[in-house]
């Protein structure tokens, strides 16, 4: 069975405020790659799991991308990967934000 990769409506808003802010007019290129890459990176979670490191939060994981924190669970998070399930993603922190 392939994993999926499921995202919560708090990370869906946090991805689109990234979007908006990353495209928005004068970002550059380098702003829409930025975008990219943590797309592509979610994206990946499906085959990579445990990409990130334990987080904070008990039975969270923690990813740093573009200077963005990707915070996620991995149903079945034994840290083995053919007993890993799918992957909810929590939230997406962009730099500086405050996550109170």
Do not use: C
Not at 6 to 27: E, V
Not at 70 to 86: K, M, P, R
């Amino acid at each position: 069975m392939a994993r999926r990769v499921f995202l919560s409506p708090a990370a869906t808003r946090d991805l689109g405020i990234i979007r908006a802010w990353l495209g928005q007019p004068g970002a550059g290129p380098r702003a829409k790659e930025r975008a990219r890459r943590i797309a592509r990176v979610l994206r990946s979670l499906a085959e990579r799991p445990f990409l990130g490191h334990p987080g904070d939060e008990p039975g969270t994981r923690e990813l740093v991308v573009e200077q963005h924190t990707i915070i996620y669970q991995v149903e079945n998070d034994t840290g083995l990967l053919q007993e890993a399930g799918d992957v909810d993603v929590l939230r997406v922190w962009m730099p500086r934000q405050n996550r109170s």
